[in-house]
C-alpha cells in the first residue's frame, strides 16, 4: 500500500491564554490522510481551527507556546520528532506553504524577485543566476504580466492580488510534493482565479502534487478539490468526497454554510431606499457630456435623481470628474485610472469590479481624498475636495497593514471619534463597545490586540472603525474578501442596515461578483483604468452588453462540484 503523502492522526492544538497554565483548545482530535496527486480541502467559519491544522503540518506552532499533540507525518517525517535541520529541509522542499496574507509573508524592502531566488537558493544548489531565472518562470507561471521587469519590482509596487500571486509562484519554485494553500485565491479576482485554480490543478495532474486548500469559499472548493473536511470550533462535522458533502450535505451546520453562500442568480439585500436608481453613463467627461471611449451605458435618458431619506432631492454625496491617476515615470509610467466620472448618491450602493490591477483601489482612494488625482475633480455634497474629505471613511482590503499591532483594538477604533474632536473617555470606550457587538464581535474585545484575532474578525475590527465618526461616504476595499460566507452575510446585511437608518453612500469594491450583485443599486466594471459598463447592477448581470463583463460573470465559481469541472475544461479547451 502506497504511503499517504499526509497523515494526520488525532491532532489537537491549545493555545495560552489568561494566567499559568491556562489553555484554549483550537483543534481537537482532527484526523485525515492525503495522498499525492490528490486534494484535500477544510472549510468553516473563521475560528474554526482551519488555518491552525494547516500550520500544524509544517510544525510552525513550535516555540510559539502552544501544547500541540496527536501525530501528523509529511512525507513519511514526524514533524514533531524531526530536527531543525530536518524541518528546514521540510519546508519548503518537501511541503510549500502560501499564506493567508501576503503583506506579512514579503519583505518589503527586497525585489519580488530576489525574495523568490533566495527561497530557490537555500533548497537547490544553482547559481544566483539560474535562480533569478527560476523566479521568472514561476513569476510567468501564475499569470504576472511581464515577468521579467515585474520580478525587479518591490512589494508595494503589485496590487494585492499580484502580490498573492507572487506568494504562490515562491511557494512553488522548489518543485515541492505538497502544497498548503491557505486561502490562496482570497485577494485574487475571478479571472485570475480561475487562472490559480487551473494551474493548481494541471501540476496535480502533471507531477502528482498534493494539494491541501484552506478556504472559506466553497465555490473555490468545489473547483478544486476532490475531498472536504468541515471543521467547527476545532472538530470536524463533516467528512466526504466534494460532490457529496456539496451536494447533500449531511449536517446542519454544512447545510448552513451552503445556504449563506452568494449566488449571482441568489436573493440580495433588500434596498435602502425606494425608487429607480440614476444612470451615471460610463467615462462621463462632466456633467452633460457624452460617454467615454469604449464605454456602455444604460438606458436613453437619465433617471430620476434618488431620495434622500428625508424624501428630499438631493445632490450626490460623492462625485468624480474624469479623475486621472499615474503611478511611475517615463517607460515605467503606469496609467491606473484614466479619466473615470461617476457619482453616488445618498442610501446607494455603487459596486465596482474588475480584474486585480484594473484601478478599482486606486480610485477608492481618490474618493475620500487619501490620493489626489493628477487631473480632474472629486467633490462631495457638491463641493470639491482636497485632502481626505471630512464625513468620509474607508475599510482596506488588508486588515494586518492597517491596524496598529502595539495598539488594542478599541483603541484603533476610537482614533476616528478622538480626531473628530470627542473627549469623553466613557463615550468612546460606550460606542467602541456598540460597533464591536454591531459587527458581531464583543464588548470585551476591546482590550486584544489584532495577533489574538483571526483575519475575518480583524476585518469586521476595520468596518467597525470605519463606522465610529458616522460617516455619510464609506469606500469598502474589499471589506469581505476575509470573511467567511456566514459572516460575510452577517457584514453584508450590517452594511444594508446602516443604510437603510443612516443614509449612507457606500462604494463597494469587490471581485467577488457574486457579493457585488447582492449589495448593490449600481455597478461598475472597470478595466485598465477605465469603466467599460456601468449600470443597474440586474441589467448588467443578466444582459452585460460589454465582452469583459461576459468574462468576468463566466469566471465566478459556485459551490457545485459538476458545473465547476465543466467550466474547467471549457477553459482548457479554449487555451489548448
Known amino acids: ?77 514526524d514533524v514533531a520528532a524531526a530536527s531543525g535541520a530536518r524541518l528546514r529541509r521540510l519546508r519548503g522542499g518537501t511541503a510549500a506553504m502560501v499564506f493567508q496574507d501576503p503583506l506579512s509573508s514579503l519583505d518589503p524592502y527586497q525585489a519580488i524577485g530576489d525574495q523568490i531566488a533566495e527561497v530557490h537558493r537555500i533548497h537547490a544548489d544553482v547559481s544566483r543566476r539560474a535562480a533569478r531565472a527560476r523566479a521568472v518562470e514561476v513569476l510567468d507561471r501564475v499569470g504576472i504580466p511581464d515577468a521579467a521587469r515585474r520580478a525587479r519590482a518591490r512589494p508595494h509596487e503589485f496590487s494585492g492580488g499580484m502580490r498573492q500571486r507572487a506568494l504562490i509562484a515562491m511557494a512553488l519554485a522548489c518543485d515541492p510534493r505538497l502544497l498548503i494553500a491557505d486561502e490562496p485565491t482570497t485577494a485574487l479576482d475571478v479571472t485570475v482565479q480561475a487562472q490559480i485554480l487551473d494551474l493548481l490543478h494541471e ?124 503611478f511611475g515615470r517615463g517607460k515605467r509610467r503606469v496609467v491606473a485610472v484614466g479619466g473615470v466620472s461617476l457619482a453616488v448618491h445618498a442610501g446607494e450602493t455603487l459596486g465596482i469590479v474588475g480584474e486585480s490591477g484594473s484601478g478599482k483601489s486606486t480610485l477608492g482612494r481618490m474618493l475620500v481624498g487619501l490620493l489626489a488625482p493628477a487631473s480632474g475633480q472629486v467633490r462631495h455634497d457638491g463641493v470639491e475636495v482636497t485632502g481626505v474629505a471630512a464625513g468620509a471613511q474607508m475599510v482596506f482590503q488588508d486588515p494586518v497593514s492597517s491596524l496598529n499591532p502595539r495598539r488594542s483594538v478599541g483603541e484603533s477604533i476610537a482614533d476616528p471619534l478622538r480626531a473628530a474632536g470627542e473627549r469623553d473617555a466613557a463615550a468612546i470606550r460606550a460606542r467602541v463597545e456598540e460597533l464591536l457587538l454591531r459587527v458581531g464581535l464583543e464588548a470585551a474585545h476591546h482590550d486584544r490586540y489584532p495577533h489574538e484575532f483571526s483575519g475575518g474578525q480583524r476585518q469586521r475590527v476595520g468596518i467597525a472603525r470605519a463606522l465610529a465618526p458616522r460617516p455619510r461616504l464609506i469606500v469598502c476595499d474589499e471589506p469581505v474578501s476575509a470573511l467567511d460566507v456566514t459572516t ?78 465543466r467550466r474547467r475544461s471549457e477553459r482548457k479547451a479554449v487555451h489548448a
Do not use: N, W
Open 1 to 77: 500500500m502506497t504511503e499517504s503523502l499526509v497523515e494526520v492522526t488525532d491532532l489537537t492544538v491549545e493555545f495560552p491564554v489568561g494566567g499559568p497554565g491556562e489553555y484554549v483548545r483550537a483543534v481537537d482530535g482532527v484526523s485525515f490522510t492525503l495522498e499525492a496527486g490528490r486534494a484535500l480541502g477544510i472549510v468553516g467559519e473563521s475560528g474554526s481551527g482551519k488555518s491552525t491544522v494547516a500550520a500544524a503540518l509544517l510544525d510552525l506552532h513550535r516555540g510559539t507556546g502552544a501544547r500541540v499533540g496527536g501525530t501528523v507525518r509529511v512525507g513519511g517525517t
Open 203 to 326: 501540476l496535480r495532474e502533471e507531477r502528482g502534487l498534493g494539494l491541501l486548500l484552506v478556504t472559506h469559499d466553497l465555490g473555490v472548493a468545489a473547483e478544486s478539490v476532490d475531498a472536504l473536511l468541515v471543521l467547527r470550533g476545532g472538530s470536524v462535522v463533516e467528512r466526504g468526497s466534494v460532490r457529496a458533502v456539496l451536494s447533500t450535505p449531511a449536517e446542519p451546520y454544512t447545510r448552513a454554510l451552503l445556504a449563506a453562500v452568494p449566488r449571482l442568480d441568489g436573493p440580495r439585500v433588500s434596498r435602502a431606499l425606494p425608487g429607480p436608481a440614476p444612470r451615471t453613463p460610463a467615462g462621463l467627461d462632466a456633467p452633460g457630456s457624452a460617454p467615454g471611449r469604449g464605454a456602455v451605458s444604460r438606458g436613453s435618458t437619465p433617471d430620476p435623481a434618488p431620495r434622500s431619506p428625508e424624501g428630499l432631492d438631493s445632490v450626490p454625496v460623492v462625485e468624480a470628474f474624469s479623475v486621472r491617476r499615474e
Open 488 to 565: 460575510q452575510a452577517q457584514v453584508v446585511a450590517l452594511l444594508a442596515e446602516l443604510q437603510r437608518e443612516l443614509g449612507i453612500a457606500l462604494v463597494f469594491i469587490a471581485h467577488d461578483l457574486a457579493v457585488v450583485r447582492q449589495v448593490s443599486d449600481r455597478v461598475a466594471v472597470m478595466r485598465a483604468g477605465e469603466i467599460v459598463e456601468q449600470g443597474p447592477v440586474d441589467e448588467v448581470y443578466d444582459r452585460p452588453a460589454h465582452a469583459y463583463t461576459r468574462q468576468l460573470l463566466a469566471a465566478v465559481p459556485a459551490p457545485d462540484p459538476e458545473p465547476a469541472a
